[in-house]
């Protein structure tokens, strides 16, 4: 996580625009790029990135990575599969764990 303004200045206008932005392949081609992340704040490049009025030749989507969180019973299901695995005693734990996986996933 860049933490200072001059680091997220360094980041975006110094090395993003002025270095990646003109890597590419032959002379005059152009260069797609492909950029996954995490937002980690309002001013960070990424952010800038989906802003049409900052980067406006760019053509972005964002995506939610959490669509729904799970309700109090896939939470049970969940303690459950955490009490399968650290069980020491269980020489199965793992694939007993693993079936438990099964279950929840069924359930969300």
């Given at each position: ?5 001059v ?9 993003f625009?002025?270095?990646v ?10 260069t ?28 972005s ?6 669509e ?20 020491r ?14 279950v ?5």
């Amino acid at each position: 996580m860049v933490k200072s303004e001059v680091q997220r200045h360094f980041i975006r206008h110094e090395w993003f625009n002025k270095e990646v932005l003109f890597v590419g392949g032959e002379e005059g081609s152009a260069t797609d790029f492909f950029i996954v992340g995490t937002s980690l704040g309002k001013e960070a490049l990424l952010n800038a990135l989906l802003d049409s009025d900052q980067y406006p030749e760019w053509k972005s989507q964002r995506f939610r990575a959490v669509e729904k969180f799970h309700d109090a019973e896939v939470d049970e299901l969940w303690q459950q599969w955490k009490q399968i695995y650290k069980d020491r005693f269980n020489p199965n734990r793992k694939d007993d764990a693993s079936r438990s996986l099964m279950v929840i996933g069924k359930r969300c």
